[in-house]
């Protein structure tokens, strides 16, 4: 008994064996043994032993109870309840028999018939401080969370040492949202027991509530240290990480809680979603699949897992998870805008009217229906674009003051400009404006990138990092430390090269990150955010009547907005017309604008056009499989053989370009505009036909036309645009004109390239 008391287990077991091996019957012993086995972990051992003890000495209540403690570790409570009944009916003074019956019965949910064995106990020792605690954790059950709390707070006192009852007090702080007091708690738990996991949990999620990610990490990391079993310790570590866009580590934590809890659905849904966030996406989508195996009735799952399979570019699948959305929880955020946007991606028009009504609906309802750049590609109105980036901001980007006000920096040295993208790589905002950052002006300047998207190391990205005084990766930054992280370098003019576009990082702009905050080139509209100061855009994209659609006030460029540059590289390859699957004669139209900007309205032109230029066809972008045979499927359906539209592979971009030489004519589209692919078009030196919208994204064609020479490509209705490619395409020599003016333009147009200087713009 001494040795066991003392914790020398193995001589206390082999001293007990002796006994045994001497005395078989020696109840002692096998009592104790059973003890020893069940403070060891081997419960069924125990309970056997132990079994033995009490045949042999029936009227023993010591036993009972402690047989009854290892059939409740085995989960047996009817079992063990019996024990702890009879133990206290051989001895009615045996408090500690009570409180055992107590928690068993909280187990058998009997929360009532707990309480007052509890009070029996109580009854019997005033100053037993686990009676006080565990019918604190009965009350609590029964949600009578004062007296819960008094409970506690007894036990506590009677027992200073009663690191439960502490940590029971934390915990129903916490609950309450009483954090401080929480706090109070968790600090006691862990001075008195430093490894204490649950404690160093608890003090986490305190402090991850408050945002103060890293100190939450510790106590997360903490916990782990002291019980690695522990899944929520794990799960928070994660979520914790993952605030910090530390998303290698979020993986592995999450990974961890879901081996330790394979079934749990949450760790899976986060494990999912910090793969995707870290771009591991076919991981991803394999835990999407089996999360929903287990919650086929979660909508987020499939939410999310459709956004996985628009990457794949299987926008079939895409449709039907978000149609799951649908059934599930139809104001589900941005649902109305992804199955629209998706159906279009599948060349599905049969809903078309429908889901464009409801996405209407939704926006001038304030709703979140509808992203704000699916808008842009739905409704040529900058009305609805204002109030879907509004009510977006407002949801998903309020302004913060958590760093406080922001000041210009004191006069004297170098302006400091930051740039902030995803796309700083071969991406097509790249692309436009690589040369831009070369040629910017370094005596007065000072220039900043701030890298949020994937990591790179194609020759564009190689390109830039070399075009800025400073290129800093923040990919594993979150965006309030980015916003922090810019203060403290001084910038003072931050750009955001992004808007609402994938990838985006817009909650840097509502931290306030530089005392002027302005748009440009990646978001064709206003982002409705009051800490934006300005968008550049020129006179043809946001007429001047056309500013009170924006918040921000407008920065006009003198000639297009949109940058280009006069590095980008044309084949010498000579594509030939049976190679690319062209006819050997005809006119050659082409689009290769993304297949969603094809609308039915701008289709129906297409066709018409094609009806009345004989031998003619349609050259548009292979995006998939699908879209292809619905585009084939409409062309038919409108009289024009199938055959007609011929779909071109994707090539790398100076063969592209190469090949708008057996090309034309470039039909645009609308409401939203070809962007780069214009710019593209008028490099190579293919002349772009558009129809003039309302909204920006429906006016930069016209606005790259202006600037190239080329006004009289601008048309105003379908009618006009119709006619005049059908009479361009009757006319060779006014096309050949249009080629040779378009050619001699463009090398000292502002789409060239050619630098502006500040001088020249205008402010609004």
Not at 86 to 92: E, G
Not at 355 to 362: I, L, N
Not at 599 to 617: A, G, Y
Request: with cysteine; aromatic share 8%.
């Amino acid at each position: 008994m001494r040795a066991h008391q003392e914790g020398a287990i193995a001589q206390a077991n082999q001293l007990y064996n002796t006994i045994l091996k001497n005395d078989p019957k020696n109840v002692g012993a096998l009592h104790m043994q059973g003890v020893l086995a069940y403070q060891a972990g081997h419960l069924q051992v125990a309970v056997d032993l132990i079994g033995q003890a009490i045949k042999l000495a029936p009227d023993d209540a010591a036993p009972h109870v402690n047989r009854g403690l290892a059939l409740s570790a085995l989960k047996r409570h009817d079992e063990a309840l019996a024990h702890f009944e009879r133990a206290t009916s051989l001895r009615p003074d045996f408090a500690e028999a009570y409180v055992n019956r107590g928690i068993t019965l909280k187990e058998l949910s009997r929360p009532e018939d707990a309480i007052a064995s509890y009070d029996q106990a109580i009854a019997l020792q005033p100053r037993l401080a686990a009676a006080h605690n565990n019918k604190g954790n009965a009350l609590r059950q029964m949600e009578r969370l004062d007296e819960a709390l008094k409970c506690y707070e007894q036990a506590f006192a009677l027992d200073g040492q009663d690191v439960d009852a502490c940590q029971n007090m934390g915990m129903l702080h916490a609950d309450a949202g009483r954090s401080d007091e929480a706090l109070k708690c968790f600090d006691q738990v862990i001075a008195l027991r430093p490894q204490h996991a649950e404690a160093h949990n608890g003090k986490g999620a305190i402090l991850a509530q408050k945002e103060q990610w890293t100190q939450a990490i510790v106590h997360f990391e903490a916990a782990i240290q002291g019980d690695d079993k522990l899944v929520q310790a794990h799960k928070n570590l994660g979520i914790a990480q993952r605030s910090l866009f530390q998303l290698s580590n979020a993986v592995q934590a999450f990974q961890k809680a879901a081996q330790l809890s394979p079934l749990d659905v949450d760790i899976l849904a986060f494990l999912a979603l910090s793969l995707l966030e870290a771009g591991r996406y076919a991981e991803a989508l394999a835990v999407y699949d089996q999360a929903i195996r287990l919650a086929p009735e979660r909508p987020d799952l499939y939410y999310n897992r459709a956004n996985l399979h628009i990457r794949f570019n299987r926008h079939q699948d895409a449709v039907a998870d978000y149609t799951q959305v649908y059934r599930l929880k139809p104001d589900a955020k941005y649902l109305l805008g992804y199955l629209a946007s998706c159906r279009l991606k599948t060349g599905d028009w049969g809903h078309l009217a429908d889901d464009m009504a409801q996405c209407e609906r939704s926006i001038r309802a304030g709703e979140l229906g509808v992203k704000p750049f699916i808008a842009l590609s739905l409704f040529d109105s900058p009305e609805l674009h204002k109030q879907a980036a509004q009510a977006s901001v407002q949801q998903d980007f309020p302004e913060s003051t958590v760093l406080g006000p922001i000041l210009a920096r004191a006069g004297g040295g170098k302006i400091r400009v930051g740039y902030y993208s995803a796309d700083f790589h071969g991406h097509a905002t790249s692309y436009l404006i690589a040369q831009l950052f070369e040629v910017h002006d370094r005596e007065r300047f000072e220039w900043f990138a701030f890298s949020f998207g994937p990591p790179a190391t194609d020759a564009m990205r190689a390109r830039l990092v070399a075009g800025f005084d400073h290129f800093i990766d923040v990919r594993e930054r979150s965006e309030i430390d980015i916003a922090r992280l810019s203060r403290e370098l001084g910038i003072d003019i931050a750009i955001d090269l992004m808007g609402f576009t994938t990838g985006c990082r817009f909650g840097i702009f509502a931290h306030r990150c530089a005392p002027i905050q302005a748009g440009y080139l990646g978001y064709p509209g206003t982002t409705g955010a009051d800490y934006m100061d300005y968008v550049i855009a020129d006179k043809v994209v946001v007429p001047p009547d056309a500013r009170r659609h924006f918040t921000e006030k407008l920065v006009y460029l003198p000639h297009s907005y949109q940058v280009n540059d006069s590095q980008r590289a044309i084949s010498d390859r000579i594509f030939t017309r049976e190679e690319a699957r062209l006819p050997a004669t005809g006119s050659v139209f082409c689009c290769f604008n993304n297949n969603q900007k094809i609308l039915p309205q701008v289709f129906d032109s297409w066709m018409r056009i094609l009806q009345r230029v004989p031998d003619s066809v349609l050259w548009l972008l292979a995006d998939n499989p699908v879209v292809e045979d619905s585009l084939r499927r409409e062309a038919q359906a409108r009289g024009v053989a199938a055959e007609r539209l011929v779909f071109a592979q994707r090539l790398p971009l100076s063969e592209h370009l190469a090949r708008h030489r057996l090309a034309d004519l470039f039909l645009d589209t609308l409401p939203y505009n070809a962007h780069t692919t214009a710019s593209d078009a008028l490099w190579a030196g293919l002349p772009v036909l558009t129809r003039l919208g309302e909204s920006f994204a429906a006016r930069v064609a016209a606005s790259l036309l202006h600037a190239v020479g080329l006004p009289e490509l601008v048309t105003h209705s379908a009618a006009e645009y119709e006619a005049l490619a059908i009479s361009l395409a009757q006319d060779p020599a006014r096309l050949k004109a249009l080629r040779d003016k378009l050619q001699a333009e463009k090398a000292q147009s502002p789409v060239s390239g050619q630098p502006w200087h500040l001088e020249t713009m205008a402010y609004s």
